[in-house]
């Protein structure tokens, strides 16, 4: 089993290179906790996508923590990896987004994987319910979504953006993603478009389990994507949407999977005493070695 980590952000509400930022009580890296629990459930094979300029420092740092029968990809996330005969005009600077993301791991994974940022915990049980489906799973359109509450995915420091779900018999129906949700009081709200929310809804995290037939449709999404968009700039292709469209075609279909664990994350630089201790606590409690690589 494989475990795709999304690692390529400029961290720019947080302030720095959030996805490298030392949380753990040993100095590890938030990702190290997810890769950690990975590894615990069964996944045999890292993929992390970066930016170019980090790809030596996290393989090298990867390398000397990780297990030696662990295979691990690390690469880049470049403007220049696009479908055969696409370009684009005009300048851009950031990233095509999550679902070029994954697609730059097309040729290294050929088995169902699991999806995840690195700048977000997961929790150990959520790894399991990841493991527990890949290994069930007998039909290679359907996917899964490791799902959270969304009160339970707030800041306390600002808006997020979060996809919203909707969903029938467990199987994921739709998505919305909100740019703008941030709780005051007991109301919780996207001050971009004023929906109010009761805080129960599903909440994607982008913790997504997929096959490998999800690389020739973003092949296809992303050629339609620079030839059709007006902020060639700016636009982003988002994971979430990829696979709301592949739902619509009727595609694949997605389970819904219980996360039952706890999430959290470091969108903004506040955020950082949080992390740092709950990772401690979880540490103390002996939930994780320390330091995290002691016992594998």
């Given amino acids: 089993m494989t475990l795709l980590l999304m690692a390529a952000g400029s961290g720019s509400r947080y302030g720095k290179l959030k996805q490298f930022d030392d949380l753990g009580p040993k100095g590890e890296f938030l990702m190290e906790f997810s890769i950690y629990d990975a590894i615990k459930n069964g996944f045999e094979h890292i993929v992390a996508i970066t930016k170019?300029?980090?790809?030596?420092?996290?393989k090298e740092h990867l390398s000397q923590r990780l297990p030696k029968n662990i295979k691990?990809?690390?690469?880049?996330q470049e403007l220049s990896d696009l479908p055969e005969g696409v370009t684009y005009t005009g300048e851009r600077a950031k990233p095509w987004?999550?679902?070029?993301?994954?697609?730059?791991?097309?040729?290294?994974?050929?088995?169902?994987?699991a999806i995840i940022n690195a700048d977000d915990y997961y929790g150990q049980?959520?790894?399991k319910s990841a493991a527990d489906f890949i290994k069930s799973n007998k039909s290679e359109s359907t996917y899964g979504l490791v799902a959270y509450t969304l009160k339970n995915t707030l800041s306390e420091h600002g808006s997020v953006s979060r996809g919203v779900c909707n969903s029938e018999n467990n199987k994921l129906t739709s998505i919305h993603e909100y740019i703008q949700i941030e709780k005051t009081g007991d109301t919780i709200k996207d001050l971009d478009s004023g929906t109010e929310f009761t805080g129960e809804e599903l909440a994607s995290m982008n913790f997504w389990v997929c096959q490998p037939s999800i690389f020739p449709f973003i092949t296809g999404y992303?050629?339609?994507f620079i030839e059709n968009n007006d902020n060639i700039a700016k636009g982003e292709i988002y994971l979430?949407?990829?696979?709301?469209?592949?739902?619509?075609q009727e595609l694949v279909d997605v389970d819904v999977l219980p996360s039952k664990s706890q999430w959290f994350g470091v969108t903004y630089a506040s955020d950082k005493d949080t992390a740092v201790a709950e990772l401690e606590r979880m540490t103390d409690k002996n939930e994780y070695p320390s330091p995290v690589w002691e016992t594998l």
Avoid: Q
Wanted: avoid cysteine; proline fraction near 5%.
């Fill in 52 to 58: 170019k300029e980090n790809v030596d420092f996290l």
């Fill in 72 to 76: 691990i990809d690390v690469l880049a």
């Fill in 97 to 113: 987004g999550t679902a070029h993301a994954v697609w730059t791991a097309r040729n290294v994974i050929d088995g169902p994987f």
């Fill in 125 to 127: 049980n959520a790894f």
């Fill in 222 to 224: 992303l050629t339609d």
């Fill in 240 to 248: 979430p949407f990829a696979i709301k469209e592949m739902i619509d």
